[in-house]
């Protein structure tokens, strides 16, 4: 009996062990500015509509004045520069990261357009303490200041976005298939030091049924 005992003891054990290294890849990654508004989401029929072209990410402005974008969790940049069409843009992939949607972990990768400055270079890894520049109004199109991104799943033509219908120096016209709406990945992050906080405004291209507020976490 006491063999027994000592079996199921040391087989808890183990598996007490060896549960962190299942768990410890995935990685919540939050939104990259920290209070946020939602200025245009993801395939909103009135930006369509408007612009003549879907809208394959989220614009963000900030509610403090800070203009700071920050990485959404561990990942290296890829690349960085500016881009003719849309702007100073970051590249990032990001390993092992758990979509809520779907309860499944991916590789996945951000494209930040529009920024102002950046504050990274390609190789740099980042947290979700690093600031990966400021937003801003550069590129061809922006008609304001913000932030724009993608996310998508596929982290080998990490270039190709589906927003340019031809390439341009950065980034390059690519399809829409692999790229996911914000909202089923990105966690909204209420503790310290991040406290961020996020709001889908007015009536103009996002709306409640179309751009749910991410997760708490
Ligand atoms: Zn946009």
Redesign the pocket.
């Known amino acids: 009996m006491k063999k027994i005992v000592f079996c199921v003891a040391a087989l808890v054990f183990l598996l007490v062990l060896s549960v962190p290294s299942f768990a410890s890849a995935a990685q919540k990654l939050i939104q990259p500015v920290n209070n946020a508004y939602i200025t245009?989401g993801y395939l909103n029929a009135k930006y369509e509509q408007r612009f003549g072209f879907k809208?394959y990410?989220?614009?963000l402005t900030s509610s403090s004045g800070s203009r700071a974008v920050w990485a959404s969790g561990s990942g290296t940049v890829l690349a960085t520069g500016y881009d003719n069409v849309l702007g100073n843009t970051v590249i990032v992939k990001y390993p092992d990261a758990y979509i809520h949607s779907t309860g499944k972990t991916r590789d996945l990768v951000f494209r930040y357009?529009?920024l102002d400055s950046i504050a990274v270079s390609k190789g740099t890894r980042v947290t979700k303490d690093s600031r990966l520049g400021n937003y801003g109004n550069t590129g061809k199109y922006s008609t304001g200041a913000?932030l724009?991104?993608e996310i998508d799943t596929d982290t080998v033509y990490y270039q190709y976005s589906p927003?340019l219908a031809s390439s341009s120096n950065i980034i390059k016209a690519g399809t829409a298939g692999t790229v996911l709406s914000p909202r089923s990945v990105l966690y909204t992050k209420v503790s310290d030091p991040d406290n961020q906080s996020i709001w889908i405004v007015g009536d103009g291209y996002q709306s409640s049924s179309e751009d749910d507020l991410p997760f708490i976490n």
């Open positions: 245009a809208h990410g989220w614009d357009n529009h913000h724009h991104f927003t």
